[in-house]
């Protein structure tokens, strides 16, 4: 069974993430990031937590976590505006919970494939890296509509 890792990733980023250019906005539950934008506002939502499963959350701040990240989808489909949201919540590789929001577009080469099926092995490199001159409008509105 999958669990946290006392080196982990995700808990070394939550410590300075506030610094991060990628950042989007904080709630009681989560920090909402940018990732990589080979999927134009493609968006992290990590948990305060170091939990790995949903079920290890106390209910109400899993309650609460699961309406944050569903906020931030919301905020993410009305500023891309895209054909489908593909979100996703695996831990396989970083044992801490973190949703992924996946906008799709029906013009993409492999629209109807899984996102990681689909994604070339580089596409956390450059030029689909999130680049703060490139990218903060698409964070920023993001932030209004998440804010809203």
């Not at 709630?27 to 937590?49: D, E, H, I, N």
């Not at 109807?112 to 490139?134: G, I, N, Q, S």
Request: glycine residues 4%; proline residues 9%.
């Amino acid at each position: 069974m999958a669990q946290h890792q006392l080196d982990c990733s995700i808990c070394t980023r939550l410590k300075t993430v506030r610094d991060d250019p990628a950042f989007i906005t904080e709630t009681a539950t989560g920090v909402a990031v940018m990732g990589s934008q080979w999927f134009r506002g493609y968006c992290v939502f990590l948990c305060k937590l170091p939990a790995t499963e949903l079920d290890e959350l106390p209910p109400d701040f899993g309650r609460d976590y699961l309406d944050d990240m569903a906020r931030l989808a919301q905020a993410v489909r009305a500023v891309v505006q895209p054909h489908k949201l593909n979100l996703e919540l695996l831990g396989n590789i970083v044992p801490h919970l973190h949703w992924h929001i996946f906008p799709r577009r029906l013009d993409e080469e492999h629209p109807l494939k899984p996102v990681w099926l689909c994604m070339p092995p580089d596409y956390e490199e450059a030029p689909h890296a999130f680049d703060a001159t490139r990218d903060a409008p698409l964070r920023d509105a993001i932030r209004v509509e998440f804010e809203c």
